[in-house]
């Protein structure tokens, strides 16, 4: 595996970390005992974070130089795993909005909040499932492109600039914590 696809797919495991830790929050919901609001909290500071800010700003940057060094046969599957993370921003912006009423006790909007969260889970499931299949072995060709060294400066650039090592590290350390909170055993053991 090259350096690219091994930062991607080690980051994978952290976010398959957090589907579980998502999986729990659900069934507690399910219960009916509402998670507390810190951790519907962290959960969403960790998608919008590591997941989104961090780990598909990376992708997004191998996608344009994919699209811009490759032919055309690999845009239909750059196409839809962009599409496919503007829609779970989307889904992370409604659950958002929606904490201060299922925190209020607002059955109607916790029954939602369940609803994106499920939806979220399976989504972002099948999302890794076929970068993992599809993607990452066009991230391993792009060790022979003229390519390749710009696209692991930029990855080293948001890693750095956008997104601090801290930051990183710090919303990896929530999810494990919470994964040892709800019992569940981690994939990312790095
Ligand atoms: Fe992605
Ligand atoms: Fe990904």
Redesign the pocket.
């Known amino acids: 595996m090259n350096d690219l696809a091994e930062t ?1 797919q080690q ?2 495991l952290t ?1 398959r970390d957090s589907l579980d830790v998502i999986g729990a929050l659900v069934d507690a919901l399910d219960r009916g005992n509402v998670p507390p609001p810190e951790d519907l909290n962290a959960v969403l500071d960790f998608m919008d974070g590591f ?1 989104d800010r961090s ?2 700003a990376k ?1 997004e940057a191998v996608f344009s130089e994919l699209v811009r060094t490759s032919d055309a046969s690999v845009r239909p599957l750059i196409h839809r ?1 962009e599409v496919e993370h503007a829609m779970t921003r989307k889904i992370v912006s409604a659950m958002r909005a929606l904490v201060p009423r299922v925190e209020a006790g607002d059955h109607r909007a916790r029954q939602e909040f369940e609803m994106y969260l499920r939806s979220y889970r399976f989504r972002t499931r099948d ?2 499932r076929d ?1 993992t299949r599809q ?1 990452m072995p066009l991230v391993e060709s792009t060790s022979r492109s003229s390519g390749h060294e710009s696209m692991v400066r930029e990855l080293d650039r948001i890693a750095n600039e956008d997104f601090g090592d801290r930051g990183h590290g710090r919303l990896r350390e929530t999810i494990r914590r919470l994964a040892s909170k709800y019992s569940l055993r981690v994939r990312d053991a790095a």
């Open positions: 991607l980051e994978h976010i997941t780990h598909r992708e795993l999302h890794i970068e993607l």
